[in-house]
């Protein structure tokens, strides 16, 4: 075996013991979980120090999902916002030139504004189509 060789073979070894010991560590907490929780409802419902009680209440709430909410807020330059834009622009451009030679008839565009993102694995867009009494109807499908 060459030096690469054996350099190779102990990165795999000390991963796959990394790997296993991680796994056991994780098996061993999921054993407790149900303890821990017993502990943080105990103590929630009859610690004497109120911080005590507020804290493992909380400890519940934020795991079970239902702990404070956290929002972000993200700010872009118009530069930024024009590129995004544009970029989502081409995006439907080209799903809408896709799907006018897989159907043969010229498909309106949504503009960027009213566009629906649908749920699903597909590229699927909605479409826009202006009826003879001059409204616009929207259509997609749906799962």
């Given at each position: 075996m060459t030096d690469i060789e054996v350099a190779s073979t102990q990165?795999?070894?000390?991963?796959?013991?990394?790997?296993?010991?991680?796994?056991r560590m994780r098996d061993k907490l999921a054993r407790f979980m149900p303890r821990a929780v017993d502990i943080l409802t105990e103590l929630a419902e009859t610690a004497e120090n109120e911080r005590v009680r507020l804290a493992a209440a909380e400890s519940i709430l934020d795991r079970s999902?239902?702990?404070k909410?956290?929002?972000?807020q993200v700010t872009v330059s118009q530069a930024e916002h024009d590129i995004a834009t544009r970029e989502?622009?081409?995006?439907?451009?080209?799903?809408?030139r896709q799907k006018e030679i897989e159907s043969g008839a010229p498909v309106v565009k949504p503009s960027i504004e009213a566009l629906v993102v649908l749920e699903g694995d597909d590229d699927t867009l909605p479409t826009t189509t202006a009826t003879p009494e001059g409204t616009i109807e929207v259509s997609g499908s749906e799962d």
């Open positions: 990165s795999v070894q000390k991963a796959d013991f990394r790997t296993s010991e991680l796994e999902g239902l702990g909410s956290s929002s972000t989502a622009e081409e995006i439907v451009a080209k799903l809408g």
